[in-house]
């Protein structure tokens, strides 16, 4: 069964009426999957924040520092998308603390996943696009540190480029960058990744899926890391609110699956988040999340019934 990670504060930030960012998508997706039996109580996992300290060891400490506090200028706090609370200091570093247990867990069984996640667009010295801190490069940096592993390969096919993540991994070997995304969409200023995939508009269901099955075994076999994080964001969905590609359903389950099967193949465990994914109707957005834990599912009863691949 799947093990996952989840907290409640993930959907208790306190925003404006209408505000873009889709923040009660978090609990609709954790009661779902649960309703479905796709996560298990016993196999869910409530994370610990990170420590101001764990942050800035990847995070510009003035920058950190001016964040918990709410001292960060108007210009600075715009950038962000959000008012600053101290809900969102608390939000911020659990979900942190979330994508670094989910590492934990692939770690010790293969594949994990997390009900949040994904905020690539943090760099050293800013945050931008509602991400605050980068969860995914203070994942990687820890459990480096930690020596539990020696390479991590950040797959992010969000519909956005990991322009925060590709910036803070430059120079750092030890941390291996691949966006797949949306070539003319946020940022306008794509940041230079280790691998870069731009796509055009309007890419559907089986373009995507030759592209990124063409791209895994490369990437896996030529990097061999220890650890892949992935950014499974669903605003590659055809009817995303911020997105211009037009994935289905179908192929948000297939990309997922032939991410772990990839992996997995070769022994790499596979640490997951949810990623972005917009739409008024937050509610809208549960059966495009849900795929990625009913495709981590779906192999991981394979895998132990010894049937299908891997």
Same mark, same amino acid.
């Given at each position: 069964m799947l093990h996952a990670v989840y907290h409640p504060i993930y959907s208790a930030l306190p925003l404006p009426e209408h505000h873009r960012f889709p923040i009660h998508k978090y609990r609709l997706l954790y009661e779902h999957l649960l309703h479905?039996?796709?996560? /298990?109580?016993?196999?869910?996992? @409530?994370?610990?924040?990170?420590?101001? !300290?764990?942050? %800035? @060891?990847?995070?510009?400490?003035?920058?950190?520092?001016?964040?918990? !506090?709410? +001292? $960060?200028?108007? /210009?600075?706090?715009?950038r962000l998308?959000?008012? #600053?609370?101290?809900?969102?200091?608390?939000?911020t570093l659990t979900a942190c603390g979330g994508t670094?247990?989910?590492?934990? &867990?692939?770690? *010790?069984?293969?594949?994990?996943?997390?009900?949040?996640?994904?905020?690539?667009?943090?760099?050293?010295?800013?945050?931008?696009?509602?991400?605050?801190?980068?969860?995914?490069?203070?994942a990687a940096h820890l459990l480096l540190a930690q020596e539990r592993v020696h390479r991590v390969l950040i797959l992010d096919c969000d519909v956005h480029q990991g322009d925060g993540t590709a910036r803070l991994c430059q120079g750092h070997p030890d941390i291996i960058t691949c966006s797949l995304h949306c070539e003319r969409n946020f940022p306008a200023r794509k940041a230079q990744s280790h691998v870069d995939i731009p796509?055009?508009?309007?890419?559907? *269901?089986? %373009?995507? &899926?030759? +592209?990124?099955?063409? &791209?895994?075994? #490369?990437? =896996?076999?030529?990097? @061999?890391?220890?650890?892949?994080?992935?950014?499974?964001?669903?605003?590659?969905?055809?009817?995303? %609110? $911020?997105?211009? $590609?037009? =994935?289905s359903?179908?192929?948000?389950? @297939?990309?997922?699956?032939?991410v772990f099967a990839a992996a997995l193949e070769r022994g790499i465990p596979v640490a997951a988040v949810i990623g972005g994914g917009y739409a008024k109707n937050h509610a809208d957005l549960v059966p495009r999340h849900q795929q990625l834990f009913v495709a981590a599912s779906d192999l991981l009863k394979e895998r132990r019934h010894g049937t299908g691949h891997p």
């Open positions: 479905q039996a796709v996560l /298990k109580p016993d196999r869910l996992h @409530q994370p610990r924040p990170l420590t101001l !300290e764990e942050v %800035a @060891q990847v995070h510009c400490p003035d920058y950190v520092r001016q964040f918990a !506090e709410g +001292t $960060l200028d108007p /210009k600075a706090q715009r998308g959000f008012p #600053w609370s101290p809900p969102l200091v608390e939000r670094l247990r989910t590492a934990e &867990l692939a770690l *010790d069984h293969g594949i994990a996943c997390h009900l949040s996640g994904g905020y690539h667009h943090a760099h050293r010295e800013f945050g931008s696009g509602f991400c605050v801190f980068n969860d995914l490069v203070l796509l055009d508009n309007g890419v559907d *269901d089986q %373009a995507y &899926l030759t +592209t990124l099955t063409e &791209l895994l075994p #490369w990437l =896996l076999n030529l990097y @061999q890391p220890d650890l892949v994080l992935y950014d499974a964001g669903v605003d590659v969905h055809r009817d995303d %609110a $911020l997105g211009y $590609l037009c =994935l359903d179908q192929g948000l389950y @297939q990309r997922d699956r032939a």
